[in-house]
Structure formats: C-alpha cells, structure tokens
C-alpha cells in the first residue's frame, strides 16, 4: 500500500488525479446526466482539488509509515 501512496503522492499521481477528476465531470455531465450525474461531477472535482493542492486521499486514510 506504501507503494500505491508514494506513486500517487508524486507527479504522475498528481497528473492521474487530475485527469481521473476530469474524466468523472464528464461522465457525470454527459454520460448520466440529471441529479445523480450533478453529484458524479461534484464528486469529480475532490480528485482535481487534491491533486492540485498535492497530498493523495489515500494518505490522510492509510497514514503511510
């Protein structure tokens, strides 16, 4: 699980968060749609905030040793 941490902790992780953020605001938007596709794009921006202000969600549950 350390592993999983320190890769998403990184750019690449930072980059996938993002681009994960973006991917579920589209599907939220176009793909669902209606109420439940608002609150899939809602949910898409957590993935986009943490990765621009850096720390991975991960870690604030696993607390990496």
Do not use: D, E, H
């Amino acid at each position: 699980m350390n592993g999983l941490i320190n890769l998403m902790q990184g750019a690449a992780g930072r980059i996938l968060r993002v681009v994960l953020g973006l991917a579920l605001i589209y599907v939220g938007l176009a793909v669902v749609g209606g109420t439940a596709g608002i609150v899939v794009a809602v949910i898409g921006l957590l993935p986009i905030a943490l990765g621009v202000w850096g720390p991975c969600l991960l870690s604030f549950v696993c607390k990496p040793s």
